[in-house]
């Protein structure tokens, strides 16, 4: 008995899986490669992204066509099958429409949608137009498994060779960049993993139809886990809608998640369950998989009213669009399996994977319409504050309440970064200072300048919008040419941002001797040295340079006010050094009686030298 497989045995294994999914292999290369390439460089350039994201895709997509090919269409028609497969990887590649280092999330989420759809292709393409029940189930348990089996196989690998590099380093040696532990992440990822599954993808068809054998741990899991979840959640939606028909309101919007996670659990249930509904021995799965239909379908209605409402009240979205989705599907699927045990399980993926491809392109797709309706909204938005005039936004200084101002800046940041970062140039054409969008793939110096966030913060500067409790002010420091600060010769100058929502230590002098502390408190940092500790106060230095004597109506605009590095230079002194921060940038909220409310982002250099 061999302990280990030969060579022989994993080349012929290797052979095998090239002859049977070699497309699929190529789009994994792909893949890799891309992913190697970009962690090597730090390159996210869009060439790369694209590519990154197609060859992913090409994965489950060509399993799906390949495995047509081989079972379904074994002569020169599937080949065409899985050549067009290829083509459509290229066009989907070479059609993704992109901004200056980044995708609109629109994108995004139409890759994971096709991702979605194309795995419920590749679970029902090899019994499309065949009656195999019990083949069905058998080969995408064995998928199933498979793909547990190498994700174990692939955390153990990885973490043994990890621990090996790191033993080399610390016993030996032997110096490793610290990028050698992602390149081999990725590669048993995006290689070993692939190919480990695709060796254990079963082709004798006739054999999984006759298989009886049945796990008696899947069997313990769903009867002893899943189906106490199932009941769990039927009785809290169950009290749920008895309070709504007590005391007659409507339901919470919130209501959407819980019958979500029941219908997936009870349905992932009852497919687990399907092979032994029949068996005399296990007569309780064919009652629990009808009754949990029976029960799901009048918390469909629920859903509906739910997900209606969060429409009603805030327009479409694409997670709407697909909640609403989900709330027409379900009582359908719940239709079909509530009085009848001898309907096809190949509908859910079947049927999930043809919503996925309808529901991403065409102007019926969530994208189309979630934009429309959102769109719309904030014209209603703008009209009802009166900025709106003849199709062009006009200046009209006022401060509206919070909720209406949170609102409004919700609608624009999803717009502009969701669908469209250039959707208000039309209607900013009466103001000079507003830069009209401009896609330009070569130049990601824009990025940071045509961000959604900016440009919202932007739009309701210059329209004059102001919140009731809380406005931003962006400062901005100016270099002047004959340079910022004079410095002696010994200093030593790091440079630094932090938002305040994590805890960060970074050393400003190279022997560690002195430390700068984020602090969970966004106002404020921790200079350490030697055991001695100084607060920097942020909120009360820029209080003073936002407000004049503490009078409101004599405070700065510091929105429209160029600082010096003088203005905005902080002097600290501790354990015999001196620590200037010269603030570059920062984002601050004032409360409405223009006291300091928190500094939000910060960039600053630190200079540090020797006490005088």
Not at 413 to 427: C, I
Not at 468 to 492: C, E, Q
Not at 509 to 519: C, H
Request: net charge positive; hydrophobic share 50%.
């Amino acid at each position: 008995m061999r302990l280990l497989p030969s060579v022989k045995d994993i080349g012929a294994a290797l052979a095998q899986v090239l002859r049977r999914f070699f497309p699929v292999v190529v789009a994994a290369l792909g893949a890799t490669a891309c992913a190697m390439i970009m962690l090597e460089d730090h390159d996210s350039s869009l060439a790369l992204t694209k590519a990154l994201m197609a060859c992913v895709l090409g994965v489950p997509w060509l399993f799906a066509l390949s495995l047509m090919h081989e079972r379904l269409l074994r002569d020169w028609r599937g080949m065409m099958l899985v050549i067009l497969g290829v083509l459509l990887v290229v066009i989907y590649d070479l059609g993704l429409q992109v901004v200056p280092s980044s995708f609109p999330l629109r994108h995004v989420e139409r890759f994971f949608l096709l991702l979605a759809g194309a795995h419920c292709l590749a679970a029902i393409a090899p019994f499309l137009g065949r009656r195999e029940p019990a083949a069905f189930w058998q080969f995408n348990k064995a998928l199933f498994l498979r793909f547990l089996l190498g994700a174990l196989y692939a955390a153990v690998l990885y973490v043994g060779l990890a621990l090996a590099l790191l033993s080399m380093d610390k016993l030996l040696g032997l110096k490793f960049e610290g990028e050698i532990y992602g390149h081999l992440w990725v590669l048993i990822t995006g290689l070993f993993h692939p190919l480990f599954f695709l060796a254990g993808v079963p082709r004798d068809f006739e054999a999984l139809e006759a298989e009886p054998g049945y796990p008696v741990g899947l069997r313990r899991f769903v009867q002893f886990v899943l189906v106490p979840l199932v009941a769990v959640y039927l009785a809290i939606l169950y009290v749920y809608a008895a309070k709504i028909l007590f005391t007659w309101h409507l339901p919470n919007g919130w209501v959407a998640l819980p019958v979500l996670i029941l219908a997936v659990v009870g349905i992932l249930a009852a497919l687990l369950l399907q092979p032994i509904r029949t068996r005399a021995e296990f007569r309780w799965t064919d009652g629990f998989i009808l009754w949990f239909y029976r029960l799901l379908l009048p918390l469909t209605f629920l859903l509906m009213l739910s997900i209606g409402r969060r429409i009603h009240d805030y327009g479409v979205t694409e997670h709407r669009y697909f909640t609403a989705i989900l709330a027409l599907w379900l009582p359908v699927t719940c239709l079909l399996f509530a009085w009848r045990h001898d309907r096809s399980i190949k509908w859910i993926p079947a049927s999930l994977g043809a919503l996925c491809l309808i529901t991403a392109f065409g102007p019926w797709s969530a994208f189309s319409i979630s934009y429309r309706s959102q769109h719309l909204r904030l014209m209603n938005q703008l009209q009802q504050l009166g900025v709106l005039r003849d199709g062009r936004v006009i200046a009209r200084r006022q401060t509206v309440n919070q909720p209406v101002y949170e609102e409004l800046r919700s609608t624009l940041d999803y717009v502009l970064s969701h669908h469209d970062p250039a959707a208000l140039d039309p209607l900013m054409t009466g103001f000079k200072e507003w830069k009209p969008y401009a896609s330009s793939v070569g130049d990601d110096s824009r990025n940071d300048r045509y961000s959604a966030y900016n440009r919202t913060w932007t739009f309701l500067r210059l329209v004059g919008l102001e919140s009731g409790s809380s406005r931003t002010y962006d400062v901005t420091l100016r270099l002047a040419p004959p340079g910022i600060v004079v410095t002696d010769a010994a200093a030593f100058i790091t440079y630094h941002e932090y938002s305040g929502w994590s805890q960060e230590i970074a050393v400003i002098v190279p022997d560690g001797s002195v430390t700068i502390e984020s602090t969970k408190d966004s106002n404020h940092l921790r200079l350490s040295s030697h055991g001695d500790r100084v607060d920097v106060d942020w909120a009360a230095f820029f209080a003073g340079k936002i407000s004049s004597g503490g009078n409101p109506s004599q405070a700065i605009d510091v929105r429209e006010k160029t600082f010096s590095a003088v203005d905005l230079t902080l002097h600290k002194t501790i354990g015999g050094h001196q620590v200037a921060f010269v603030v570059t940038r920062a984002f601050l909220f004032k409360d409405s009686s223009e006291k300091m409310d928190s500094v939000r982002n910060i960039s600053f250099f630190t200079i540090v030298t020797p006490a005088k």
